[in-house]
Structure formats: structure tokens, C-alpha cells
């Protein structure tokens, strides 16, 4: 095992900044110097309101953005200092995204859907093929294989987009609100999907939601407050 895979911190944010230029003398600062570390296995509930930062911290933790200023290690690796090249490795084999809209592509079924990582990442259609409805069975979704997204339910949907961030075995998943789009009850299911992967699989996961009630079940809450994160009894917990 290797030094990094020993330590309990998965993934270190520090001293993260993210501004965007708006124009000549206008700067919006969004992130206002960020420390999170995330420990291997922790289910983490990223709350605040609407506007505070929370997409914008998860894109920079993913390397779907760049930080203005700050690092990011995951796993012992410091991925900023990484080109775009080598970053795309790391997002493609570390690490999973669900965002509040599942973002599968409509004219593939299902399977192939869940399918795409493994391809992209130079896997043998045949394997892929079978680890894809391996993981489809594991979230319910045996029977579902050759439909295609708009053939599905919300729920059922947003099962698949899991099923496709988790197919590659990541390490991280990052989730921005994946049930914000979801009724009370299906919520709920998707919820518990997720806790499920993070309890089997041991899968270190942040997610991001705007519902407490669903927060308060998770290990640890970190509230962002207007592009700075609070400590629990800042946020009045
Ligand atoms: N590319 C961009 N250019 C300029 N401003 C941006 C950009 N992306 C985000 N912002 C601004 O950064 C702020 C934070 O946005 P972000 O999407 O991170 O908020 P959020 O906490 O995820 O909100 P919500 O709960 O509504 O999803 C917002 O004021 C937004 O307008
Ligand atoms: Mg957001």
C-alpha cells in the first residue's frame, strides 16, 4: 500500500480562492480562502444558501475548474499542479460526479450509458459491458438495461447517472444536489442509494444539499457562508 493510500485524509482543499472577472475593475470573489479535508469513507453534507459557492468549491474539487488561488490534493496527488491531460486521467478514474439533472445522453440505452466511462477510459467493450450491468443490478436496475433516459422515471434516472459516476470504481464522488430535482419520496431512495455505496463501498462522498432533514443523517455538515465555510456553530447548529 502506499504512503498516500495510508493516510486517513482523502482529499485536502487549502487556502482556496476562486474569483471571476466580470469586467474592467469588476472581480466577484466567490470562494474566499477554503480548508476542507475529507477523510477517507466520510459521507459529508455541503449546505448553504443558494449563491454562497457550493457548485463553484465542487467544480474546483473535481479539476472541473481551476482555483484561483489554493490547493487541492487527492489521494497525495497536488492536482493543480497537473496538466489538463493528466487531470482528465484522474478525473476519469478517481473521481464520480452527479449534478440535480442526471446529464445521461439521451439517444443511448441505459446500459451504454453506464457504459461510456469505462470506454472512455480504454476499457474492453466486453468488460465494460459486464461491470456496467453488474452495477446497474446493484442499484436496481436489472430490468431497466435496454431502456433509454426518457423511458425512465426521475428516480430511475438519476439511479443510472450513480450507476455511471460509480462504474469506474472512484475514490471520490462529488454529488451537487442530486435529489433537488426529486419528490419527497424519491428523494429519499436516491438518498439511501448513496449511503448504501458509501457504506459497501467505503466511498468517500460530498454532497451537496439544500435539504436538512437529509444532511442531518449524514456524518459531518459544512455550511458555506457567502464563499466561506463555517464551522457548526457559526451556522447556528
Ligand atoms: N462563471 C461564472 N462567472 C461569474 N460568476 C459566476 C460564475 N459561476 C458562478 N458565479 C457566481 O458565483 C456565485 C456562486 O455560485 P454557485 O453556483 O457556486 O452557488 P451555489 O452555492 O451552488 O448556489 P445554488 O444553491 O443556487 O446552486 C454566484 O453568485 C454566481 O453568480
Ligand atoms: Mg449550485
Known sequence: MSDAALDPSLLVATSLTKSFCLGKNNTLEV???????????????LLGDSGSGKSTLIQIL?????PTSGSVTLDGIDLFKLNPKK??????????FIYQFHRLLPEFTTLENVMMPLLIGRL???????????????????ERMLHRPGQLSGGEQQRVAIAR??????????ADEPTGNLDRRTAWSVFELLQKLNQDLGL????????????QHLNRQVHMIDGSLASQEDAGL
Open 31 to 45: 470562494l474566499k480562502g477554503i480548508d476542507l479535508t475529507l477523510n477517507r469513507g466520510e459521507i459529508v453534507a
Open 62 to 66: 473535481g479539476t472541473l475548474d481551476h
Open 87 to 96: 487531470q482528465a486521467v484522474i478525473r476519469n478514474q478517481k473521481i464520480g
Open 124 to 142: 474492453d467493450p466486453k468488460a465494460a459491458k459486464e461491470k456496467a450491468a453488474n452495477i446497474l443490478e446493484q442499484v436496481g436496475l436489472k
Open 165 to 174: 459516476s460509480i462504474v469506474t470504481q472512484p475514490v471520490l464522488l462529488l
Open 204 to 215: 468517500t462522498c460530498l454532497m451537496v444539499t439544500h435539504n436538512n432533514e437529509l444532511a
